[in-house]
């Protein structure tokens, strides 16, 4: 892979990475699809706290104090595909890759019509294959081939958007 075609991919990257913060702006509104009618009220306040709380913390950027609230939510209520999103969401941003694919796959599996965690679990990915390409780039050329072929896929991938 070229220099041109490496920086026309990143500058896609980017693109989408500022799409989807633009996109993130906005709170979700939070529905517990956990079923459990026997929360009281007070709980539910609760977990709305440390919801919020979260949200406040991811705004903030301060993406560890935001990973610990939502943990604390999701202990509360563990099958909120709400929390788990955005304890994902913290993840990623921690680069903790694989508890976030877990986690997006727990809220998708909850709640399957779910335009953010798809999103995010998308972003997720892309984060993961640069990653990989940074370990690649480690290898020096012993990984030459392999660095062009994730280039290329990354590449392609890009073009289909």
Same mark, same amino acid.
């Given at each position: ?55 406040? =913390? ?7 104090? =935001? ?5 604390? =939510?999701?202990?509360?209520?563990? !099958? ?42 998308? +972003? ?12 690649? @780039?480690? !290898?020096?050329?012993?990984?030459? +081939? ?13 073009? @289909?958007?």
């Amino acid at each position: 892979m070229n220099k041109k075609t490496l920086f026309c991919m990143l500058v896609v990257l980017g693109l989408l990475a500022g799409r989807s913060q633009a996109s993130g702006t906005s709170a979700p509104q939070m529905q517990s699809d956990s079923g459990n009618s026997g929360n009281s009220a007070s709980q539910n306040q609760v977990e709305v706290s440390l919801y919020q709380q979260g949200l406040e =913390a991811t705004k903030a950027n301060d993406f560890e104090k =935001a990973r610990d609230l939502f943990q604390q =939510a999701l202990d509360q209520d563990p !099958y909120n595909p709400d929390i788990l999103n955005m304890l994902a969401h913290s993840q990623r941003k921690l680069g903790k890759i694989d508890d976030a694919i877990d986690n997006y796959r727990k809220a998708l599996n909850i709640r399957p019509d779910f335009p953010e965690a798809r999103e995010y679990l998308g +972003e997720t990915y892309v984060q993961a294959a640069l990653q990989q390409l940074d370990i690649l @780039k480690s !290898y020096g050329d012993s990984a030459k +081939e392999e660095i062009e072929d994730l280039g290329e896929a990354l590449a392609d991938a890009a073009k @289909k958007i």
